[in-house]
Structure formats: structure tokens, C-alpha cells
């Protein structure tokens, strides 16, 4: 009975997340995207200080960029250019470069590289990120072929509270700095996302 409620909550949960992003407009957000491909469409580009690479959103799911662009505008994720870029857009504008950004591509697949000692360690991550790092959700993001040092950074700003999400700062609450960089690095070596280039 307990079961059944929950999986319908979830099921209502999951309906509303997808019904409240669904409505974004590729081309729309096409336009948009010129903005972010100067950061995000450059392969392997830095962050100026601290130095870690800008992620990869090819391949991302569209409610969790949606989700994240809107913690940037709110203030429970902490960087000062991303607030200033998510300051300016709407809900809609946002949408639209969720489905731009979905549009450019399903996360890449092979071969997954040698499991390293993170593999261990992720087993409590994979509930919801995924066996090897892509999620069974849209609203939780892929982590399969994420920047590492990029990784690192997001979780230690989800210990540090600097990243205001309950679920995440509670699963990331007692890794180690060791544990942090071994999960890193296996999530990253497992193929998924990857940096969108604008065509001409
Ligand atoms: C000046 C460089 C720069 C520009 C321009 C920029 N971004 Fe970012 N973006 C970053 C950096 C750096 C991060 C990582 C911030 C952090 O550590 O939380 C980021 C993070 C993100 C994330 C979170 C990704 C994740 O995996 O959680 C999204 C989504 C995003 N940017 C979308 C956009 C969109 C959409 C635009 C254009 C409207 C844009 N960005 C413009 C540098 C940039
Ligand atoms: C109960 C589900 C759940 C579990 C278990 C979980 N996560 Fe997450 N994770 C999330 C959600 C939801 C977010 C997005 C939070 C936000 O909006 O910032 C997230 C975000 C992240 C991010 C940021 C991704 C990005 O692109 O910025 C990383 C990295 C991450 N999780 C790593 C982990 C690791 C490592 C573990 C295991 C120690 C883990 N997660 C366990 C749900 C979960």
C-alpha cells in the first residue's frame, strides 16, 4: 500500500516535471545559445578562476538544464557569470534552450573505460544518475563523460552548501576529498555528454 502511494507520487511528480518543461522551442532557443556557445561551445574551455572546464551540455536532459538555469537565477547555485546569464531569461527562454540544447544530439554510447576505484564508490549514485552515469530521470542529471575537474568542483560546492540542493548536499555529505576524485573520474570516462558547436 505504502509502495503504491509512493510510486504514484513519484509518477505525479515525474508527469508534472515533464508536462512543466515540455514546451520549449528548438529554434527559439537556437538564438539564444549564440550567448553560451562563446563558453560552452568551446572544447575543453576554462572557467577563469578557479580554473575548471565549463560543462558539457550536449546530451544533457533538457528538464535538469531547465532546473539548473533557474537555481543560477534564484541564487542556490553560486556563480557569478552563470546568475548573470540566467538573470535575463524567462522560464520560456530557458525552455527553449533546453530544447535547443536536447535537440543537438542523444548522449554518446560505447564502450565504457576500465572501472576505476570510483566504480565502487558510485553504486550509492546510481539510483538515480544511472549505472554508468545516465540517469533514469529527466529531471537528474547525466554524469557519463562530464568534465572531471568540473565533477569535483559540483560536488564539493554540494558539500561546501554552496549548492543549495537538500538531496545532493545529504548523498555528498561525508565523502572524503579521495572519495570526490575517484568519483569524478569514473563518471567521467563513461561515454555521454559532449560539447554542441553552432553550425552556420
Ligand atoms: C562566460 C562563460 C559562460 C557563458 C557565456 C555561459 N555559461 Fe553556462 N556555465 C559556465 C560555467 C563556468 C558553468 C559552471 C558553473 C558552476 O560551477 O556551477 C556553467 C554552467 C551552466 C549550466 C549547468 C550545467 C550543469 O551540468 O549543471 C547550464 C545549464 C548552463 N551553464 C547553461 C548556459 C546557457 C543556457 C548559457 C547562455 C544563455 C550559458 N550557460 C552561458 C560558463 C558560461
Ligand atoms: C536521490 C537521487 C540522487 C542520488 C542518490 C545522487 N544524486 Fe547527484 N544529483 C541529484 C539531483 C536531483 C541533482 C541536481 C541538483 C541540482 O539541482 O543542483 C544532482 C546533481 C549532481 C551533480 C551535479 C551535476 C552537474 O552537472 O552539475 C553531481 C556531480 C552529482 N549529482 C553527483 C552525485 C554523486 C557522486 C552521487 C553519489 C555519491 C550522487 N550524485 C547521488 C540526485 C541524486
Known amino acids: 500500500m505504502v509502495r503504491h502511494l509512493l510510486t504514484a507520487t513519484a509518477l505525479a511528480l ?8 515540455a514546451a520549449g522551442d528548438p529554434a527559439k532557443g537556437a538564438a539564444l545559445a549564440t550567448t553560451c556557445m ?3 561551445g568551446i572544447d575543453g574551455y576554462r572557467n577563469a578562476y ?6 558539457k ?16 537565477r534564484a541564487g542556490t547555485r ?5 546568475r548573470a546569464q540566467a538573470a535575463s531569461l524567462s522560464d520560456q527562454d530557458m525552455q527553449d ?13 560505447g564502450s565504457a573505460a576500465a ?35 568540473y565533477l569535483a568542483q559540483a560536488i564539493e560546492r554540494y558539500r561546501d552548501k554552496a549548492r543549495q540542493d537538500p ?16 568519483l569524478a573520474a569514473y563518471f567521467s570516462a563513461q561515454p555521454g555528454l559532449f560539447t554542441t558547436h553552432l553550425k552556420n
Open 97 to 109: 534552450l533546453a530544447a535547443w540544447f536536447a535537440s543537438q544530439g542523444e548522449p554518446h554510447t
Open 57 to 72: 551540455l550536449g546530451g544533457q536532459k533538457a528538464d535538469y538544464i531547465v532546473i539548473a538555469l533557474q537555481g543560477y
Open 38 to 40: 562563446g563558453c560552452h
Open 115 to 149: 572501472a576505476g576505484p570510483g566504480k565502487d564508490k558510485a553504486a550509492v549514485c546510481t539510483a538515480c544518475h544511472g549505472e554508468a552515469g545516465i540517469s533514469s530521470a529527466p529531471m537528474w542529471p547525466n554524469l557519463a563523460g562530464q568534465h572531471r575537474d
Open 78 to 82: 553560486p556563480h557569478p557569470t552563470m
Open 167 to 182: 538531496v545532493m548536499q545529504g548523498q555528498v555529505a561525508a565523502l572524503t576529498d579521495q572519495d570526490i576524485t575517484e
Open 50 to 55: 578557479p580554473s575548471y572546464r565549463v560543462p
Open 14 to 21: 515525474a508527469g508534472f516535471a515533464s508536462g512543466a518543461f
